[in-house]
């Protein structure tokens, strides 16, 4: 059989790839186009894949291409860049993008409690169970896990003061716990010890949760918050609280949510950060200490690959692995070895790769590659876990953990989710908030009693 001509004008068309958002759980998508005019393909993805195809026989028609795509391993969403173009000649060359979701936050730390999502989609709660932030149908506190009522879908979890959210794998949110301000964002501004629906948001990929207020990242890269918004957290352009979902204004294209104290603040795209809401101590950091009700960007942040916010000040992890941060640092909450607050992004003394990043009140953390933790700022309830009730400004060691995934910060108490073995806490135990059985303060890490089976 004779073997058909090559067309003198080759050409790439159609080029796509389904769905364009995968889960955190990575997987082998099917990329197709339409080649005429030239017998091999080459396929460009950016950042580079292990054991991308590289060149393709495209032939005629169409073609299907099966790519690995790996597990996204931070809680920011990661994009790939796909180009396509005939091998060796000089035409078109048509690029598509891919998004995998942001990995999970599998464990959430609150004010005087502390939540984690488990294997089987229930969310487990411990510690104070005042108005129902335990979502076990009671007030009760407890020492050890709980189960969350109603919940068997859960793909992250998120905790404020008094209360707790879930996002659910149908991309709905629910929220459970103090209502005061509406950060239930049920419409009601009642307290509910189990959980509840939030109105009109669909299609969530991620949640944060503050001092009073809650934020939803949607797949389109908007932004939906609600509960407190006296200090302009919202970002809606007003200062008014809502009890139900409002759009942040002008944020288009984010891939991290986190919420502070009385701010919040978007991880974008480009590597940018924006902020809104109170910027007393310059947690903005966009140079003043004016608040505002809309976004502004942070000064200095250009290449961060994921964002957390504390009391007061606000970190970024970067590309190459450091961490810069800003705002208020009384404590050594900036980990940049002094005490002097910023209003712009500030380098902090961790010198190591980082891989994960969490903000606590006025402490912060990083897991680094190879599964070490290291901690820094306030440390007086233990927080620091370096087996001394003190702080520090610069990082410093937490004992005992060789193998973490993620790690989470709150009121005077941390988190780790390890590769495997129990989840540990330590710090502030008055309120049974370790979740080891007891009610006392911790240096060092205590693994947490209860039905967690990560």
Same mark, same amino acid.
């Given at each position: 059989?004779?073997?058909?001509?090559?067309?003198?004008?080759p050409?790439?068309?159609?080029?796509?790839?389904s769905?364009?958002?995968?889960?955190?759980?990575?997987?082998?998508?099917?990329?197709?186009?339409?080649?005429?005019?030239?017998?091999?393909?080459s396929?460009?993805?950016?950042p580079a894949?292990?054991?991308e195809?590289?060149?393709?026989?495209c032939?005629?028609g169409?073609?299907r291409v099966?790519?690995?795509?790996?597990?996204?391993?931070r809680?920011?969403?990661?994009?790939?860049?796909?180009?396509v173009?005939?091998?060796?000649r000089?035409?078109p060359?048509p690029?598509?993008s891919?998004?995998?979701?942001?990995?999970?936050?599998?464990?959430?730390?609150?004010t005087?409690?502390a939540?984690?999502?488990?294997?089987?989609?229930?969310?487990?709660?411990? /510690?104070d169970g005042?108005d129902?932030?335990?979502g076990?149908?009671?007030?009760?506190?407890?020492?050890t896990?709980?189960?969350?009522?109603?919940?068997?879908?859960?793909?992250?979890?998120?905790t404020?003061?008094?209360f707790?959210?879930?996002?659910?794998?149908?991309?709905t949110?629910?929220c459970?716990?103090e209502?005061?301000f509406?950060?239930?964002?049920?419409g009601?501004?009642?307290?509910?010890?189990?959980?509840?629906?939030?109105r009109?948001?669909?299609g969530?990929?991620a949640?944060?949760?503050?001092?009073?207020?809650a934020c939803?990242?949607?797949?389109?890269?908007?932004?939906?918050?609600?509960?407190?918004?006296?200090?302009?957290e919202?970002?809606?352009? /007003?200062?008014?609280s809502?009890?139900?979902?409002?759009?942040v204004?002008?944020?288009?294209k984010?891939?991290?949510?986190?919420a502070?104290?009385?701010?919040?603040?978007?991880?974008?795209a480009?590597?940018?950060?924006?902020?809104?809401?109170?910027? @007393?101590e310059g947690?903005?950091?966009d140079g003043s200490?004016?608040s505002?009700?809309?976004p502004v960007?942070?000064r200095?942040?250009?290449s961060?690959?994921?964002?957390?916010?504390?009391?007061?000040?606000?970190?970024?992890?970067?590309a190459?692995g450091?961490v810069?941060?800003?705002?208020?640092?009384?404590? /050594?909450?900036?980990?940049?070895g002094?005490?002097?607050?910023?209003?712009?992004?500030?380098?902090?003394?961790?010198s190591?790769?980082?891989?994960?990043?969490?903000?606590?009140?006025?402490?912060a953390c990083v897991?680094?590659a190879?599964?070490r933790?290291?901690c820094?700022?306030?440390?007086?309830?233990?927080?620091?876990?370096? /087996?001394?009730?003190?702080g520090?400004?610069?990082?410093v060691?937490?004992v005992?953990?060789?193998?973490?995934?993620?790690?989470?910060g709150?009121?005077?108490?941390?988190?780790?989710?390890?590769?495997?073995?129990? @989840?540990?806490?330590?710090g502030?135990?008055?309120?049974?908030?370790?979740?080891?059985?007891?009610?006392?303060?911790?240096d060092v890490?205590?693994?947490?009693?209860?039905?967690l089976?990560?």
């Amino acid at each position: 059989m004779a073997t058909p001509a090559i067309a003198a004008h080759p050409s790439i068309s159609h080029l796509g790839i389904s769905p364009s958002l995968l889960t955190a759980g990575g997987g082998r998508e099917t990329l197709t186009f339409t080649a005429r005019g030239t017998k091999r393909c080459s396929i460009a993805i950016s950042p580079a894949l292990r054991g991308e195809p590289g060149s393709v026989r495209c032939g005629r028609g169409r073609v299907r291409v099966r790519l690995s795509i790996p597990a996204n391993p931070r809680p920011s969403i990661a994009s790939y860049r796909i180009t396509v173009r005939p091998r060796g000649r000089r035409a078109p060359s048509p690029t598509t993008s891919l998004r995998v979701a942001a990995q999970p936050f599998r464990v959430a730390v609150g004010t005087y409690h502390a939540c984690a999502t488990v294997s089987t989609g229930r969310v487990v709660c411990w /510690g104070d169970g005042h108005d129902g932030m335990l979502g076990d149908g009671t007030e009760k506190a407890s020492e050890t896990g709980v189960y969350v009522d109603g919940i068997t879908d859960a793909s992250s979890v998120a905790t404020g003061s008094y209360f707790s959210c879930a996002l659910l794998r149908s991309g709905t949110v629910a929220c459970w716990g103090e209502d005061y301000f509406g950060q239930l964002g049920d419409g009601q501004n009642e307290d509910a010890d189990t959980p509840q629906a939030v109105r009109g948001v669909t299609g969530a990929v991620a949640i944060a949760a503050g001092e009073e207020h809650a934020c939803a990242l949607l797949s389109s890269g908007r932004v939906e918050c609600w509960g407190d918004g006296i200090e302009g957290e919202l970002g809606d352009g /007003g200062n008014k609280s809502s009890n139900l979902a409002v759009a942040v204004g002008g944020v288009t294209k984010a891939i991290q949510v986190t919420a502070g104290s009385g701010d919040s603040c978007a991880l974008l795209a480009s590597g940018h950060a924006v902020c809104w809401g109170d910027n @007393l101590e310059g947690e903005l950091g966009d140079g003043s200490t004016e608040s505002t009700t809309t976004p502004v960007e942070v000064r200095g942040v250009s290449s961060a690959v994921e964002i957390a916010a504390g009391s007061g000040y606000s970190c970024t992890l970067l590309a190459d692995g450091h961490v810069d941060c800003w705002g208020e640092n009384f404590y /050594g909450e900036l980990g940049d070895g002094g005490t002097e607050p910023s209003k712009t992004a500030t380098a902090t003394h961790e010198s190591a790769r980082a891989t994960w990043l969490a903000a606590g009140r006025f402490d912060a953390c990083v897991v680094l590659a190879g599964g070490r933790v290291n901690c820094w700022g306030s440390g007086s309830y233990g927080e620091l876990g370096w /087996g001394r009730f003190e702080g520090s400004p610069n990082p410093v060691e937490v004992v005992g953990l060789t193998s973490t995934t993620q790690v989470a910060g709150g009121n005077n108490v941390v988190c780790a989710v390890p590769t495997s073995g129990p @989840l540990s806490c330590w710090g502030d135990g008055e309120a049974g908030d370790l979740g080891d059985g007891e009610e006392a303060d911790s240096d060092v890490p205590v693994d947490v009693l209860g039905p967690l089976e990560l």
